[in-house]
Protein backbone atom coordinates (compact mmCIF):
# COMPACT_ATOMS: atom_id res chain seq x y z
CA UNK A 1 0.00 0.00 0.00
CA UNK A 2 1.49 2.96 -0.88
CA UNK A 3 1.35 6.14 1.55
CA UNK A 4 0.91 9.53 0.25
CA UNK A 5 0.69 12.95 2.01
CA UNK A 6 -2.15 15.23 1.18
CA UNK A 7 0.12 17.40 -0.71
CA UNK A 8 2.20 15.25 -2.45
CA UNK A 9 -1.49 13.66 -3.76
CA UNK A 10 -2.16 17.39 -4.90
CA UNK A 11 0.72 18.13 -6.38
CA UNK A 12 0.43 15.16 -8.62
CA UNK A 13 -3.10 15.93 -9.78
CA UNK A 14 -2.30 19.72 -10.41
CA UNK A 15 0.79 18.43 -12.83
CA UNK A 16 -1.65 15.49 -14.19
CA UNK A 17 -4.54 18.50 -15.16
CA UNK A 18 -2.34 19.86 -17.78
CA UNK A 19 -2.18 18.54 -21.05
CA UNK A 20 1.30 19.79 -22.00
CA UNK A 21 2.31 17.93 -18.96
CA UNK A 22 0.07 14.81 -19.47
CA UNK A 23 2.06 14.44 -22.93
CA UNK A 24 5.60 15.31 -21.31
CA UNK A 25 4.58 11.87 -19.21
CA UNK A 26 3.81 10.06 -22.10
CA UNK A 27 6.62 10.96 -23.86
CA UNK A 28 8.93 10.01 -21.27
CA UNK A 29 7.07 7.06 -20.66
CA UNK A 30 9.00 5.84 -23.50
CA UNK A 31 12.03 6.28 -22.19
CA UNK A 32 14.78 9.76 -21.02
CA UNK A 33 14.67 12.36 -23.12
CA UNK A 34 16.65 16.04 -23.48
CA UNK A 35 14.45 18.99 -22.52
CA UNK A 36 14.74 19.98 -26.28
CA UNK A 37 13.14 17.00 -27.12
CA UNK A 38 10.13 16.96 -25.07
CA UNK A 39 9.55 20.86 -26.33
CA UNK A 40 9.61 19.82 -29.97
CA UNK A 41 5.97 18.78 -29.92
CA UNK A 42 4.86 21.82 -28.51
CA UNK A 43 4.27 24.93 -29.80
CA UNK A 44 6.43 27.40 -26.88
CA UNK A 45 9.60 28.51 -25.72
CA UNK A 46 12.21 26.55 -23.67
CA UNK A 47 11.40 28.56 -20.59
CA UNK A 48 7.86 27.70 -20.83
CA UNK A 49 8.40 24.18 -21.39
CA UNK A 50 10.71 24.41 -18.38
CA UNK A 51 8.15 25.87 -15.81
CA UNK A 52 6.03 22.65 -16.94
CA UNK A 53 8.78 20.38 -16.16
CA UNK A 54 8.86 22.27 -12.88
CA UNK A 55 5.80 21.22 -11.88
CA UNK A 56 6.77 17.85 -12.74
CA UNK A 57 9.48 17.90 -10.79
CA UNK A 58 7.67 19.26 -7.65
CA UNK A 59 4.81 16.08 -8.15
CA UNK A 60 7.97 13.81 -7.63
CA UNK A 61 7.34 12.80 -11.28
CA UNK A 62 9.85 13.90 -13.31
CA UNK A 63 13.26 14.07 -12.32
CA UNK A 64 16.33 16.32 -14.26
CA UNK A 65 19.93 16.24 -14.80
CA UNK A 66 21.98 18.72 -16.58
CA UNK A 67 25.46 16.66 -18.69
CA UNK A 68 26.98 19.38 -19.93
CA UNK A 69 25.15 22.10 -21.60
CA UNK A 70 22.06 18.92 -22.50
CA UNK A 71 19.36 18.63 -19.50
CA UNK A 72 17.80 14.96 -19.47
CA UNK A 73 14.66 14.69 -18.18
CA UNK A 74 13.82 10.72 -16.61
CA UNK A 75 10.46 9.57 -15.09
CA UNK A 76 9.61 8.68 -11.68
CA UNK A 77 6.17 6.53 -11.77
CA UNK A 78 5.99 6.09 -7.97
CA UNK A 79 3.88 9.29 -7.30
CA UNK A 80 1.41 8.00 -10.26
CA UNK A 81 1.04 5.02 -8.77
CA UNK A 82 -0.25 7.37 -5.21
CA UNK A 83 -2.53 8.82 -7.53
CA UNK A 84 -3.56 5.72 -8.73
CA UNK A 85 -4.00 4.17 -5.26
CA UNK A 86 -6.17 7.03 -4.37
CA UNK A 87 -8.65 6.50 -7.75
CA UNK A 88 -8.73 2.84 -6.99
CA UNK A 89 -10.30 3.64 -3.06
CA UNK A 90 -13.17 5.63 -5.66
CA UNK A 91 -13.09 3.13 -8.26
CA UNK A 92 -14.01 0.54 -6.17
CA UNK A 93 -16.46 2.21 -3.93
CA UNK A 94 -18.60 3.16 -7.26
CA UNK A 95 -18.43 -0.89 -8.58
CA UNK A 96 -19.78 -2.01 -5.65
CA UNK A 97 -22.23 0.38 -6.14
CA UNK A 98 -23.30 -0.37 -9.40
CA UNK A 99 -23.40 -4.11 -8.38
CA UNK A 100 -25.60 -3.21 -5.67
CA UNK A 101 -28.11 -1.30 -8.00
CA UNK A 102 -27.85 -3.97 -10.55
CA UNK A 103 -28.91 -6.18 -8.06
CA UNK A 104 -31.59 -4.22 -6.82
CA UNK A 105 -33.40 -3.80 -10.49
CA UNK A 106 -33.51 -7.55 -11.41
CA UNK A 107 -35.10 -8.11 -8.33
CA UNK A 108 -37.40 -5.02 -9.95
CA UNK A 109 -37.86 -6.66 -13.19
CA UNK A 110 -38.49 -10.05 -11.64
CA UNK A 111 -41.33 -8.90 -9.54
CA UNK A 112 -43.17 -6.73 -12.49
CA UNK A 113 -42.58 -10.29 -14.75
CA UNK A 114 -44.08 -12.45 -11.70
CA UNK A 115 -47.28 -9.59 -11.62
CA UNK A 116 -47.79 -10.16 -15.13
CA UNK A 117 -47.69 -13.69 -14.84
CA UNK A 118 -50.06 -13.69 -11.97
CA UNK A 119 -53.01 -11.14 -13.82
CA UNK A 120 -55.64 -13.63 -15.71
CA UNK A 121 -55.89 -10.93 -18.93
CA UNK A 122 -52.08 -10.07 -19.40
CA UNK A 123 -51.48 -6.30 -19.70
CA UNK A 124 -54.27 -3.92 -21.02
CA UNK A 125 -53.35 -1.83 -24.31
Same mark, same amino acid.
Not at 32 to 49: F, G, N
Not at 79 to 104: G, H, M, P, Q, V
Not at 108 to 118: H, L, Q, T
Given at each position: ?5 ? /? ?6 ? /? ?15 ? %?? %??? +? ?9 ? /? ?9 ? /? ?53 ? +? ?11
Amino acid at each position: MVKYSE /ATLNNVFY /ALCDPTRRAILERLSKG %QS %QVT +ELAEPHDMSLP /AISKHLGVLEV /AGLVTREKDGRVRRCKLVPENLETANEWLEKYRIFWEESLDRLDAYLKTVVEKEK +EKGKGSKHGRKN
